[in-house]
């Protein structure tokens, strides 16, 4: 049984910084890509950036330069830094596994389990 569970949310000041955790069972997490996502209320799930198998990351343009993600194979953990918040960064944040190809993609619907999100609030 695969599961995702997102820790580390919570509520900081415009310049903060918070890091967020996901830790993976149920799959040989090593062997696949995985992603975050948020979703503020009322917009659509985004993507905000993604590791491949290599290690090689990419970033949304919102948050590039802002943001880290990484992966721990041996500990089955994915963390994203987020640094110099912003209001606008205020979402749900969501990681996702994609499990159906070892071929990396951005899209939501392409992403086959997902946690349960943790809630990142940045106040002005």
């Known amino acids: 049984q695969v599961d995702l569970v997102e820790s580390g949310g919570g509520s900081v000041e415009e310049g903060g910084s918070l890091r967020l955790s996901c830790k993976a069972s149920?799959?040989?997490?090593?062997?696949?890509?995985m992603a975050w996502f948020r979703q503020a209320p009322g917009k659509e799930r985004e993507w905000v950036a993604r590791?491949?198998?290599?290690?090689?990351?990419i970033y949304a343009s919102s948050v590039k330069g802002r943001f880290t993600i990484s992966r721990d194979n041996a500990e089955n953990t994915l963390d994203l830094q987020m640094n110099s918040l912003k209001a606008e960064d205020t979402a749900m944040y969501y990681c996702?596994?994609?499990?159906?190809?070892?071929?990396?993609?951005?899209?939501?619907?392409?992403?086959?389990?997902w946690g349960q999100g943790t809630q990142v609030t940045v106040s002005s």
């Open positions: 996702a596994a994609r499990l159906r190809t070892n071929s990396c993609s951005i899209l939501a619907r392409t992403q086959d389990y």
């Open positions: 149920g799959y040989t997490f090593r062997s696949n890509c």
């Open positions: 590791i491949n198998l290599d290690g090689s990351t």
